[in-house]
């Protein structure tokens, strides 16, 4: 319950709020010197300070509760506005400090109010300036939030466009290019990323990750890809992109060969599909396609390279799980070691005579001499093709039955 002194200086000075209220806009003025006329006008600032006081001095009164709504609107209107928010802060800071001079001064001229009982009224008063102010920071945030939404949707639906290879004008790709924060003209790279599950980000934070490093992108999620336009200012902007990749995918990853166009976006995508799936299935490999040329031609074709790999991989599939993986195994590090297998042997903890006499048992399945580069070839690009392909789950045994290498 409000107090009856602190009622009845309230009383009083809502008699003068007008008066108060073209006082508390020229301190404002004099204070900050960010308010200027033509971003609040004159009338409108007095109308701001008028609407806070009457509303503090009517909940003083004990007569009614304290409006907050019109804080909302007021702090969305600044928003609108384009008034950072600290000067708006700074403003209501010295609304307050005015108002409390103000009332000091009332009080003071009108013994309404015992000396001893200005504290309760600075007390009062602090929690209702509290309670305009951080309804007035909501409305605020809100504004703010609603933009970021719409501009995120905008961001959004420009690099759908984009991806889709919808034929645009210069002035629209120019347009686009300012809404994405790109410059209009290349190099660009497309990065294509599998989803660990339909609608979840394969790259959480990538956007800022990268912007740590000076490199600007724009996003897109699509139910089974995270898709990203990325502009390379630099030579050391692709390495750096492929570092942070490699960091935190995953799942597959793939990066297009470089462009210069926005509206080569949707071939550029072409390529990076082609390179993400030039990756090993079972693992989060980044695969950037100028550097990986035999894996995304095995990607390229998939429903070829699959035949290929019946052809020519056939009898090590029809193996046993175990004893077939680790054929496969042995075939991947040896021809990843640039076809040694002493340094294979190191990768795989094994005598470098078991890693011959694996391989000499894969050239007697196959048909293919690991001595001729047409056999190494087919074998490559089979093995290419499998490791591309997820492997649904099998219940056969997982047991090995190498026995002449062991």
């Not at 591309?388 to 190498?402: A, I, N, V």
Request: some cysteine; charged content about 25%; proline content about 5%.
């Amino acid at each position: 319950m409000v107090d009856k002194e602190i009622s009845a200086l309230a009383t009083v000075l809502l008699e003068r709020v007008g008066e108060l209220a073209k006082e508390m806009a020229a301190r404002i003025r004099a204070g900050s010197r960010d308010y200027h006329y033509d971003v609040v006008p004159a009338e409108e600032l007095e109308e701001a300070c008028r609407t806070h006081l009457g509303n503090a001095l009517q909940a003083l009164t004990g007569q009614v509760p304290l409006d907050t709504e019109a804080a909302e609107r007021i702090g969305r209107r600044r928003a609108l506005e384009n008034v950072p928010l600290p000067t708006v802060m700074t403003a209501y800071r010295i609304g307050v400090k005015y108002f409390w001079e103000a009332a000091v001064a009332e009080a003071t001229r009108t013994s309404l109010v015992e000396s001893d009982k200005l504290v309760a009224v600075a007390s009062t008063m602090s929690e209702l300036q509290d309670s305009i102010t951080e309804a007035m920071v909501s409305g605020y945030h809100d504004v703010v939030a609603q933009r970021h939404l719409a501009s995120e949707h905008e961001r959004s639906a420009l690099v759908e466009a984009l991806l889709e290879g919808r034929s645009m004008d210069i002035d629209a790709v120019w347009s686009a290019a300012e809404v994405l924060g790109m410059p209009h003209t290349g190099p660009f790279t497309l990065v294509a990323a599998e989803v660990p599950q339909m609608g979840r980000q394969a790259l959480p934070e990538v956007a800022a990750l990268l912007s740590r490093r000076g490199i600007r992108s724009a996003w897109r999620l699509r139910p089974d890809l995270q898709l990203g336009i990325v502009y390379l200012r630099t030579p050391r902007d692709l390495d750096d992109l492929v570092e942070v990749l490699r960091r935190h995918a995953e799942q597959r990853v793939g990066v297009s060969p470089s462009y210069d166009d926005l509206c080569s976006t949707g071939d550029a995508l072409r390529f990076a599909k082609v390179a993400m799936r030039g990756g090993d299935a079972a693992s989060g490999t980044v695969t950037v396609f100028d550097d990986s040329p035999v894996a995304v031609s095995a990607a390229g074709a998939p429903d070829v390279m699959a035949r290929v790999a019946i052809n020519v991989l056939g009898p090590i599939e029809a193996l046993p799980t175990g004893e077939r993986e680790l054929l496969l195994d042995t075939l991947d590090v040896w021809l990843g070691c640039g076809g040694s297998a002493d340094e294979a042997a190191k990768r795989l903890y094994v005598h470098p005579n078991t890693v011959r006499m694996r391989l000499r048992r894969i050239a007697e399945r196959t048909g293919r001499s690991l001595a001729d580069p047409r056999g190494i070839t087919e074998l490559f690009l089979a093995l290419r093709a499998v490791r591309q392909t997820p492997k649904p789950p099998s219940s056969e045994s997982t047991g090995t039955t190498e026995t002449a290498d062991s």
